[in-house]
């Protein structure tokens, strides 16, 4: 196991859930606020292992980003849903 998963106690103990990121078919958004220092090394593990991810840090947010930078996290999320429609019409485009 990575040893980004095994610093904070609330982490993954469920070593199958990491050895699974690479299997991940479907677009992955990984948020991460940039004062969560626990789970920024977890982040950019999961944002590597899992194929195509995007990661982004929220700046002045702990673990509870969407609480602590509500209009941040939102605004992320737009963005990577807007990416995938723009794919999506790219694709029926060809």
Do not use: C
Request: proline share 9%; aromatic share 6%.
């Amino acid at each position: 196991m990575h040893p980004a998963w095994r610093a904070p106690r609330a982490t993954q103990r469920d070593a199958r859930v990491i050895e699974l990121l690479p299997d991940i078919k479907v677009p992955s958004l990984i948020v991460v606020g940039a004062d969560d220092t626990p789970f920024l090394a977890a982040s950019d593990y999961m944002a590597a292992k899992i194929p195509a991810a995007q990661k982004v840090v929220i700046p002045a947010a702990g673990h509870a980003v969407n609480i602590d930078q509500p209009q941040a996290f939102i605004d992320a999320v737009l963005r990577f849903l807007d990416g995938l429609d723009a794919r999506t019409a790219q694709k029926a485009a060809s």
